[in-house]
């Protein structure tokens, strides 16, 4: 019974773990670019339309489309850290899911996208 206690201990905590890694993933649009900076080496994802590009972005981004087709897109993609972001967080969510299952760590999102990053008063290319 004791060994039973102390195995659910462990496994309580393990899961506890989990999910704190998983929410210091998403980041706020200030500490994605302070974390970004600080991080050498780290890759600057930007998943949005070329269109959306266009219209304003990340200095020193790549950006690759984020699409049914993206999974297929990654082989040129250097395994770094990365830091992906879009126009509203939902589609570099995904993103960041997909680059998770093809062995990308750490994956880090930008909560918001581009819509929190402008609110922030932040710089856009």
Not at 52 to 62: I, N, R
């Amino acid at each position: 019974m004791r060994k039973f206690i102390v195995l659910l201990f462990v496994l309580a905590a393990c899961g506890e773990k989990k999910a704190e890694v998983a929410t210091e993933t998403v980041l706020e649009p200030a500490e994605f670019q302070a974390k970004f900076q600080l991080t050498k080496g780290a890759i600057l994802l930007d998943v949005r339309t070329e269109e959306e590009v266009s219209g304003g972005a990340l200095a020193g981004q790549k950006n690759i489309v984020y699409d049914d087709l993206f999974a297929t897109k990654l082989s040129d993609l250097e395994h770094k850290p990365i830091f992906v972001y879009c126009g509203s967080g939902i589609r570099s969510a995904k993103a960041a899911a997909i680059l998770k299952e093809k062995g990308y760590e750490p994956v880090y999102e930008m909560k918001g996208g581009m819509k929190a990053w402008r609110g922030a008063g932040l710089p856009v290319q």
